[in-house]
């Protein structure tokens, strides 16, 4: 997963998108990058490590007040092909730099290769840029991708910024113009902050999929190369967003809760824990929201009993369990004085291998825990997501075609610590999130895949 972003600006682009790249940091913290293009360059800057780090004392040397676009990305996977903004000047009259939020299958990954080989393909036959994309689009329907392209037209000397998204927008991608500048970004808080420093918009809201949207000194242009066939990932509402987040005009938070009513609702737990001395705490950080919903559905107040260490980065992409294992072990550590003696509920967004789960239950009960149940948000995964790697193994994946209950006492049953796992089925997902139920992938629940249709 990949946090992009871009901005058209003739003022202070590189200030403003800096601001912007920071709040795309939660979608990746391998590497970030940017490139900034002017009427006579295209440049970039980018290194592996948080945005912090990279954009140092010596990135106020490279930016120029002349430049006016800038398409950044933090990224989150294995740069195969080099860390990205990934340059391309080949063509004579164009040179570009493309960032991507997505999926091109074949070659698994972030791939922008694939991407900016279809474009010079295009290019090279005499399309221009906005033509060579709209076959580019073409060509790819079997794939997902948020682009953001900085194109700097050696011809023309002026350069302008080019954005994608895919028909089915699997991955969120969110748009905010005024007079002076245009912003996209994957998601709406860094919006939600430049407007907290008193910047106003007169346009704020998703892009459209299927759409291509042109920034240069005439404004914004949108054309509509394909016709959208919503299959917006479930799983950016239950974790990959920001709590703050505002994706196709349902906000995260509020989702969440939803979640954490629903499995209140769905395994009537109110009655199950009447008269008992408990406590909700969740997993953070994607387990906040839905403790607090969970909580709200009880009737009681949600507590914080386990804390993470937000330096340890994430732990989710360890391969070996073992090491994934010390690893989960040192980002999570219990408050005694919340859990001591009580029956916790604990909330988390998934469980995948059940290492999470596992290793702070097993924290819990070592401070004083009675016993533990675990309160999954989502629904008991089956299939790896087509942009996973396949062979990853999935606790509740034995269990499939079995009731709701059944699954949750099963994987329990995996989990010495737990004594009980309650889930939400995927109609409560679809439910929560609150959107046609056609729009919303939910292939790694339920098998249909919006790509076979
Ligand atoms: P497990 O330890 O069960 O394999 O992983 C589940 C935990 O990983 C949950 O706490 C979840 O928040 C976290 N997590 C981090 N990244 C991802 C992701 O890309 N997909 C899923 N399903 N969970 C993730
Ligand atoms: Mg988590």
Not at 63 to 76: K, L
Not at 359 to 374: D, P, R, T
Not at 420 to 425: A, P
């Amino acid at each position: 997963m990949q946090g992009v972003m871009g901005v058209y600006s003739k003022k202070h682009a590189a200030t403003k998108s800096l601001y912007v790249m920071y709040g795309v940091q939660h979608r990746g913290q391998e590497s970030s990058g940017v490139s900034a293009a002017s009427d006579n360059s295209l440049r970039t800057w980018k290194g592996k490590g948080l945005v912090s780090g990279v954009f140092n004392e010596q990135y106020r040397s490279f930016i120029h007040p002349n430049d006016y676009v800038i398409v950044g990305c933090a990224n989150g996977e294995n740069t195969d092909n080099g860390i990205p903004p990934l340059e391309c000047k080949t063509n004579e009259r164009y040179a570009f730099s493309l960032v991507m939020d997505g999926y091109i299958p074949k070659d698994r990954g972030i791939n922008e290769d694939a991407i900016s080989g279809s474009l010079l393909r295009f290019l090279s036959q005499g399309n221009d840029f906005e033509a060579a994309l709209a076959e580019t689009m073409k060509k790819h329907r079997n794939s997902y991708y948020c682009l953001v392209v900085a194109v700097w037209d050696k011809k023309e000397k002026k350069s302008f910024m080019v954005v994608a998204r895919d028909e089915r927008g699997v991955r969120p991608l969110y748009l905010a113009k005024n007079a002076e500048s245009v912003y996209v970004v994957s998601e709406s808080p860094p919006i939600d902050v430049l407007e907290n420093m008193g910047e106003t918009f007169n346009e704020r809201r998703d892009v459209i999929p299927g759409t291509i949207l042109i920034a240069d000194e005439d404004g914004l242009r949108e054309i509509k190369v394909l016709e959208p066939k919503r299959a917006h990932c479930a799983f950016e509402w239950v974790y990959f967003g920001r709590p703050d987040s505002v994706i196709e005009g349902k906000t995260v938070h509020s989702v969440r809760k939803r979640l954490g009513h629903a499995l209140v609702e769905t395994h009537d737990l109110k009655k199950e824990y009447e008269g008992e001395d408990i406590v909700v705490i969740p997993v953070p950080d994607s387990g906040r929201s839905v403790s607090t919903g969970v909580a709200e559905g009880l009737g009681i107040r949600a507590d914080e009993g386990v804390i993470k260490n937000a330096y340890m980065g994430r732990t989710y992409l360890i391969d070996d369990p073992e090491f994934r294992k010390i690893a989960s072990d040192l980002k999570h550590n219990i408050i005694k004085d919340t859990v001591d003696g009580k029956k916790v509920i604990i909330t988390d967004d998934s469980i995948v291998r059940g290492t999470v789960s596992e290793s702070v239950a097993q924290n819990l009960i070592k401070e004083g825990a009675k016993e533990v149940e675990f309160l999954v948000s989502y629904a008991p995964i089956y299939y790896p997501c087509f942009a996973d790697p396949p062979d990853k193994p999935l606790a509740a994946q034995p269990f499939k075609g079995k009731s709701l209950d059944e699954i949750g006492d099963l994987v329990a049953g995996g989990l010495p610590s737990i004594n009980k796992c309650r889930y939400n089925s995927e109609e409560n997902v679809l439910n929560a999130v609150g959107l046609p139920k056609d729009d919303i992938c939910t292939y790694c629940v339920s098998g249909r895949n919006p790509f076979e249709n």
